[in-house]
């Protein structure tokens, strides 16, 4: 099974995790069924950059993102090259390593 490495975030995993993931999960599900709380403001709909995330390790094992998703991370704060939305990025056999970046576009957060 394949593993999803998260790397520390100060508010939502002060300590990092590994967590253990069902291939054709997307990322975004995998981290709120482990309780890690990130924002997903449009429920994982693909409308809103909430749940962004850097892809640190494992990028190229996601299907590509398409151009609804692009034109989203055009709007999401600290966009790399290697950044997805979590709600579209699904889990495939290898393991990953994802940042969850420090801010969100979100001004009035959801009580998720």
Do not use: F
């Not at 962004?52 to 998703?69: I, K, N, Q, T």
């Amino acid at each position: 099974m394949p593993t999803i490495t998260v790397l520390p975030h100060a508010e939502l995993c002060p300590e990092g995790d590994v967590i253990e993931v069902a291939a054709g999960t997307s990322v975004c599900e995998a981290l709120l069924d482990s309780g890690i709380a990130i924002e997903h403001a449009c429920e994982m709909s693909c409308a809103c950059t909430t749940c962004h995330v850097v892809v640190r390790e494992g990028y190229a094992s996601l299907g590509d993102p398409d151009e609804v998703e692009e034109d989203l991370l055009d709007k999401a704060w600290g966009l790399t090259p290697v950044s997805r939305l979590s709600c579209q990025a699904i889990v495939a056999q290898t393991d990953l390593t994802i940042e969850i970046p420090k801010y969100t576009i979100n001004h009035a957060r959801e009580n998720h």
